[in-house]
């Protein structure tokens, strides 16, 4: 296995540029995003970037869930790497215990991913880094733009749950509205019968139809509402 052979307890970055301090400080004033905080947002389809620092390291902010919670967290884009590492400090952050083991298992932007501690002897034991391997897995396309300094990746497997439209138009009338309709198309129909004697035959046909097409709305709705 490939995956066996990469020595991960060898690799390092040499980022003395970017500390906790600055990730918590300048990199989340610059990206808007502050750091470690939680979030409601499992997945990104779209995110900005900033190029940070006199060495000019790619930066994002992406969400990470770790059981139930979901917190902000800012990455280095390096090229270089085909491992993405998470910071000790991530875990403290989501009241984790660190084992013995350097490998993890999250969610990062709602994406199943192992992820590595950064190793022990390396110089960026406070910062995250996100390698190509995730990249790839998740068809980013990264764009960087030094001119400006503008950065965006887009994630082309973004999946976003889709409603049907028929099921969307049901879930706009909501079951109570459909029931209201079935008391509503009963309560004229008597109306009109006890109005017009004559045709009440008529008028009790009518009442069938109104009341038995209401009935299969509401059904309908409450099937799909489930």
């Not at 993405?84 to 084992?99: L, N, Q």
């Not at 503008?150 to 889709?162: A, D, M, Q, R």
């Amino acid at each position: 296995m490939i995956d066996d052979l990469y020595p991960v307890d060898m690799f390092d970055l040499l980022l003395f540029d970017v500390r906790s301090k600055d990730l918590h400080d300048h990199v989340s004033k610059r990206l808007k995003v502050e750091y470690l905080s939680d979030t409601l947002y499992t997945e990104l389809k779209d995110v900005n970037g900033i190029i940070f620092g006199p060495y000019l390291r790619i930066m994002v902010s992406l969400p990470i869930q770790i059981k139930r919670k979901r917190k902000n967290v800012h990455f280095v884009v390096d090229t270089g790497s085909p491992k993405t590492f998470v910071c000790e400090e991530v875990y403290e952050a989501f009241k984790m215990t660190i084992s013995d083991s350097s490998v993890h298992n999250i969610l990062l932007n709602n994406k199943p991913t192992v992820v590595y501690l950064p190793p022990i002897n390396s110089h960026f034991i406070e910062t995250n880094v996100l390698g190509t391997e995730y990249l790839k897995a998740v068809g980013a396309n990264l764009t960087i733009n030094f001119d400006n300094e503008n950065v965006s990746i887009s994630f082309e497997n973004y999946e976003t749950p889709i409603i049907s439209q028929s099921k969307q138009n049901v879930e706009q009338m909501e079951p109570n509205n459909v029931l209201g309709g079935i008391i509503g198309s009963c309560l004229i129909t008597l109306l009109l019968v006890f109005i017009l004697k004559k045709n009440s035959s008529f008028f009790f046909l009518i009442a069938i139809i109104l009341i038995a097409y209401s009935t299969f709305d509401y059904i309908k709705s409450m099937v799909l509402f489930n």
